[in-house]
């Protein structure tokens, strides 16, 4: 039996020009996660990582820890299925033309210029009603990658490291909540791809999913744990 840990990254830079770029919280959020695996005496075998900034170094900020405490980690595989769903730039090409006709959407904005103190929840819930119906295909934007792709890149991914995992191995994933999302979907068989694209917005930076691989089972052990991080620590972009 091995134990598959599915790292969300560190928070990123909400509203900067660069998002895929860790926050000073961002970073010590890796460095307590990294501290709380040392102390907790978690040794991995393997260790992947999709190709995003926030991603490598999140895992760059845990395996500092190993090496500060004398102990190694292991050198990541960067595994392009460990990437993030591209749901934020296809609403930002998409938004200027659904505003006319989208009638939630619309209310939205309403609502944010009567009270600007609104904005950081509008938005959210802007993109949380998008990502929905992106999910279940109800918008494209030429040119960037859809939803089902993104699904079908995941299930690439997560077979190429099923296949390379050995039997009693502890593996660190180094991801994002869309991608975690998407292989929840895959082990659990949610009904609809709404359904999987909603759990996005539950999974907290730097949290761990976990799975056990046993022979040919994949199956979920706990979802998105946060035991190294205190309520002043704890977000979720």
Known sequence: MSKLYFFRHGQASLGADNY??????????????????????????????GPLARQKDTYKGVKK???NNQLTFPTAVEIKGLKEHQGMETM????????????YLK?????????PSLAMR????????????????????????????FREEVRSGLDEILNATQQGENIALFTSGGTISAIMGECLGLPTEKSV????????NTSFTTFLLTGDKFNLLSFNELPHLKKDMITFV
């Open 197 to 204: 694209a909603e759990l996005n917005f539950s999974v907290r």
């Open 20 to 49: 895929d770029v860790l926050s000073p919280k961002g970073r010590e959020q890796a460095k307590q996660l990294g501290i709380h695996l040392v102390n907790e005496d978690i040794r991995f075998a393997q260790a992947f990582v």
């Open 122 to 149: 509008n938005g959210m819930l802007g993109f949380q009603y998008f990502l929905g119906n992106w999910a279940e295909g109800h918008f494209t934007v030429d040119g960037i990658p859809t939803w089902k792709s």
């Open 92 to 103: 930002k090409i998409a938004l200027p033309e659904l505003l006319k006709t989208d009638d």
């Open 107 to 115: 209310k939205l904005t309403r609502s944010t210029q009567e009270n």
């Open 65 to 67: 820890c190993y090496e």
